[in-house]
């Protein structure tokens, strides 16, 4: 299993071809997170990714604990935040297991890569203190870019995946809707609703604008009252009794 997690590290690097979402999403949902959340709280994150959130959330939550089944990934993390307090758990989501319960568990895009969402969301959701709050983000396929392709008749189904979505190793694409259904059916009830990053172009016609940092920030801070046309959405949820 390491080896097929580490088939994917090459997605998770500035030559990626949508290096330029990634970094202005994955820079501004942990900011985001922490606008929501004291510092004095306890955080589980499940996955490194590209270590943008993992790496402010170390420095900003009073205990940070991240799970990740790929050395590579690990490897990577810490070559890039030598200094970073993040406590590392190498292991698989669904054999995860700890005495421990947490104010807060961040699920930063990745129910789209594992086998069962169902599975990790109801292990996990055991992990919540009482009032406990859990962040899921996901890739939005119903975006609005992807509207005017589907518009366009670039794009014949916005719900089948992409070259990008396969190269970063996705095995499912969600919509707002979907998206609150799959919770909803873990026994997590959704009591807040973002979008993470509202772009009407592909990343190439973007990148060719060259705009500026608060133009994109711009982007996201709108992005946030508009999760069904948004390039990726961020739901937070509790835990209700099934």
Request: net charge negative; hydrophobic share 40%; charged share 20%.
């Amino acid at each position: 299993m390491n080896n097929t997690l580490d088939t994917f590290i090459g997605a998770y690097s500035d030559s990626f071809g949508y290096a330029y979402d990634n970094n202005i999403m994955l820079n501004w949902y942990p900011r985001r997170i922490m606008e929501l959340c004291g510092p004095e709280l306890s955080l589980l994150e499940l996955g490194i990714g590209h270590g943008f959130s993992t790496n402010r959330f170390s420095r900003y939550f009073n205990s940070h604990t991240v799970i990740d089944g790929s050395p590579s990934v690990i490897a990577q993390f810490q070559a890039q935040y030598p200094d970073s307090p993040a406590h590392i758990v190498e292991g698989y989501f669904e054999t995860f297991e700890t005495d421990q319960r947490f104010d807060l568990i961040v699920m930063g895009f990745v129910l789209e890569h594992v086998e069962d969402p169902q599975v990790v969301l109801r292990h996990f959701r055991q992990y919540l203190k009482p009032n406990g709050r859990c962040f899921v983000l996901v890739p939005n396929a119903q975006s609005l870019h992807r509207r005017f392709g589907h518009a366009a008749g670039l794009l014949d189904d916005m719900m089948v995946l992409g070259q990008g979505d396969h190269e970063l190793g996705h095995l499912r694409a969600y919509s707002l809707d979907t998206l609150t259904q799959e919770l909803e059916q873990a026994g997590l009830q959704v009591v807040r609703k973002e979008g993470l990053f509202l772009k009407p172009f592909m990343t190439s016609q973007m990148k060719s604008l060259e705009l500026s940092e608060s133009i994109t920030t711009a982007m996201c801070t709108v992005a946030i009252d508009y999760p069904e046309l948004s390039c990726a959405l961020m739901l937070e949820a509790t835990v209700v009794d099934l």
